[in-house]
């Protein structure tokens, strides 16, 4: 009888790993089914709402001051939330830099590789009453052509330099294409290996973890792997002079690997 359940449990392990495989070379080899595959996961993922991610997602984007705005990797434009007059997680602290976002921004422009994110980007413009323009645009951001240098105000970016081939090119285009006295405001998800070693004592099978799964991560993500994106972004300071400036987050989220966070801007001088 023993002998009988462990065989069943060993068929079922694995053909449900190599079931997990198969799907995993399916979305490698086949792009539109990867992006469409990528677009519904992530706004399924993000119509649950996470307190803690959401606070730092709002302090972000009430941050615009205005003018033209530059989003990267807008996706399902799940940032559009924040500007909600009356669901914003952040409302009742937050009400009069919500209006002020509203009223300044001229117009507010988001690209991403995935044009199947943007039936779900038209649908959160129209839920939450966006009075702005709001242009999608299909653009490497690594490549910039159609913006003209110092021609946005503010650039936003959340959860995005995880699946860029090269950050360093990006981050370089986006100080191109922004005004002086403009900000590239950040929130990333990254690599626990080096991140803090407070974080590290705390939690020092994440970093393994991450290691671990990052293959298969990148398949599912779309590109996104687990990176310490602070070094990219303090080069801005090194080559640039930029005002940089950002905070290790510990994100409050059960699922591990996604716990170190950063969070901040960069000023063009």
Known sequence: MFKQVFRFLFFVIALFALTFVLGLMILKYNEPLRKKTMSYLLATVTSHRLEHLDKLRCELVTSVTGGRILEIGIGTAINFLCLDQESSPVISTQKDKINSVRNKVTEWIGIDFNEKMFP???KST???SIPFPVKLK????ENLTELTNESIDNVLI??????VEDVDTILNELYRVLKKGG???FLEHVSADGFTKE???KYPYIKLLQKFI???WKIAGDGCRFRQTWKHVEKLEKKFNMKVKYERVDLEHNFSVVKPHIIGEAVKI
Do not use: G, Q, R, W
């Not at 299909?138 to 951001?141: G, I, Y």
């Not at 959340?158 to 699946?163: A, F, R």
């Open 158 to 163: 959340t959860h995005v330099l995880c699946s």
């Open 183 to 185: 900000k590239i405001l």
């Open 126 to 128: 129209k839920n939450h």
């Open 138 to 141: 299909v653009m490497n951001a």
């Open 199 to 201: 974080f590290d004592e």
């Open 214 to 216: 990052e293959p298969a």
């Open 120 to 122: 779900y980007a038209e």
